[in-house]
């Protein structure tokens, strides 16, 4: 069965940096669609950033230039590299994948972890 282990979350201070991880099993990850999402209590779901099975990437304006996604198809694992945070980022984050190529519908991805929880203070 699909699992997403989600990592790397913490404490921190506003300009530090963080790396985010997700470990998948249970399905094809070198040819889905995987993206990361966060949520912050009283918010909706926000989508972060997405990367597709050809490396190709997008990301949500307010975190293009900080934010890096990538990913180990030979791990199975996702990455998530978060730079120069600030306060506003507060939230917790989770892997979400879909089949076929990233499309900003986010009622397609599902999410099968806990999440990882993320606050900069």
């Known amino acids: 069965h699909v699992q997403l282990v989600e990592s790397g979350g913490g404490s921190v201070q506003a300009g530090g940096s963080l790396r985010l991880s997700c470990a998948a099993s249970?399905?094809?990850?070198?040819?889905?669609?995987m993206g990361w999402f966060r949520q912050a209590p009283g918010k909706e779901r926000d989508g972060v950033a997405f990367?597709?099975?050809?490396?190709?990437?997008s990301y949500t304006d307010s975190v293009k230039g900080r934010f890096t996604i990538s990913r180990d198809n030979a791990k199975s694992t996702l990455y998530l590299q978060m730079n120069s945070l600030k306060p506003e980022v507060t939230a917790l984050y989770s892997c979400?994948?879909?089949?076929?190529?990233?499309?900003?519908?986010?009622?397609?991805?599902?999410?099968w972890g806990q999440g990882t929880q993320v606050t900069v203070s």
């Open positions: 990367i597709d099975s050809d490396r190709s990437t």
């Open positions: 979400e994948t879909k089949t076929g190529y990233c499309s900003g519908a986010y009622y397609l991805y599902n999410s």
């Open positions: 249970g399905f094809a990850f070198s040819t889905w669609c």
